[in-house]
């Protein structure tokens, strides 16, 4: 099974490490170190799974893939 994809970056105005997951909406962590930004959000996405299923809500399939990754074809 495919995981959802993970961003983190750097955000000069947060003066921190943000983590966020395109396809589960608004579910982001911020961190002091990408590592903890990380941890966070795993943390926020297993909440936001939770809540979804507790909520009877369709949980989305992982889809998100950066741009690097896209085959043009």
């Known amino acids: 099974m495919k995981d959802y994809h993970i961003n983190i970056f750097y955000s000069e105005e947060d003066?921190?490490?943000?983590?966020?997951?395109?396809?589960?909406?608004?579910?982001?962590?911020?961190?002091?170190?990408?590592?903890?930004?990380?941890?966070?959000?795993i943390l926020a996405k297993t909440a936001w799974l939770e809540a979804a299923k507790a909520e009877g809500k369709t949980v989305p399939i992982p889809r998100y893939r950066p741009a690097i990754y896209q085959i043009v074809a």
């Open 15 to 41: 003066e921190a490490y943000i983590a966020d997951i395109p396809d589960l909406k608004f579910c982001s962590a911020i961190g002091d170190s990408p590592e903890q930004a990380l941890h966070e959000v």
